[in-house]
């Protein structure tokens, strides 16, 4: 989907319910008071089933994928001219410790926190600072993906972009911990905040020890580039066999270079297939918080983020990203995303065995 389309087809007048959702679609009948359940798996809803946003919001974003982010939030500007949108932009876990720094000073600069990585969610909302989200929200994400105080907006998953005129797909392991001692040239970018998310799942899957023995095995015969593009930009090149990245990254160079000699590789039940997410999750009470985050789980939204940022969607009824295998047939491990805020241990262990 171009951009233009995009901003069109969000911004375009259309029918507006006047309640959050429709009324069919998150409750057999009356409300959820009345009836006593919510539909769960409720589904992608358009955004002409959503109501207008009226009033002043200020949201804290960490750095979207180029800009992508960026061009949501202008659609929906243009959807809802009643809405005072304020934007505060920076790293996503400098934001985190900034909202929880204003709110020990007695103060609440953000109504909402958008961030890439769910460990800074979790930092907030550990910090007791996120509202409780609705059930009929909560509901239109996948099974395993509903979370009390939060809501994942896409996923992005572990992956072993491999060269494939380098490697078959027989010479990888299924077992990320096997790598460690494995004859292939690895390309890793360890100061990156997606891999230190990575290794504080390893942390808490494999414990402490398991984890520095692997990085130690696995700098052994890796090279370090400054970014997960870099690394599969590298694997690309042939200048190393393998690499450790978000899959996103892969998909992006082949829809550029369709011939680029490069493919994905996973992992099972370990760290190495862990699927991440960003998220957002409400600091101020009222309806208007709640309600622009049910926009970031339209279809509409949904699908942008999937088709344009090659990123998962997590609201079920969504189409995942072409290239991708379906999330069902991936076997990730079971991680309470919102464990992985607390990167401290890890920072302090990888610098340990000398690889920061």
Known sequence: MQRRNFLNAL??????GSLPLSVSRSFAAGTAADQGRVAVNSGAVSVDQLPPLEGDLTLYLGRGEGGLYENVLEAIRKRNPGLNLQVRRGSTAALANSIVAE?????????????????????????????????????QLKSGFQYPQWAPVTGRIRTLPYNTERVTPEQIPDSVM????????????????????????????????????WLRGVSKHATSYAGELGVVMAVERGEVDLGFA????????????????????????????????????????????????????????????????????????????????PLGSISPPKVDLTELADLRPTLKLMRSVGVL
């Open 11 to 16: 911004a375009a007048v259309g029918a507006l």
């Open 103 to 139: 709110a020990k000073a007695g103060v609440r600069r953000a109504d909402l926190f958008w961030a890439v990585d769910s460990g800074a969610i979790g930092l907030v909302a550990d910090a007791g600072l996120a509202r409780a989200l609705p059930a009929d929200l909560t509901g």
């Open 178 to 213: 096997a790598l460690a001692d494995s004859d292939l040239t690895l390309g890793w970018a360890p100061a990156y905040a997606s891999f230190q998310s990575f290794v504080t799942a390893m942390r808490l899957l494999e414990g402490e020890k398991a984890t520095a023995d």
């Open 246 to 325: 978000n899959h996103y990254y892969t998909l992006r160079l082949k829809n550029g270079k369709p011939d680029a000699s490069v493919d994905l590789a996973f992992t099972r039940n370990d760290a190495g297939c862990l699927v991440n997410a960003s998220g957002i999750l409400a600091l101020s009470e009222g309806d208007l918080p709640i309600n622009f985050m049910r926009y970031l789980l339209s279809r509409e939204v949904q699908s942008y983020l999937a088709s344009e940022a090659y990123e998962i969607p997590l609201v079920s009824g969504v189409q995942p990203p072409q290239g991708l295998p």
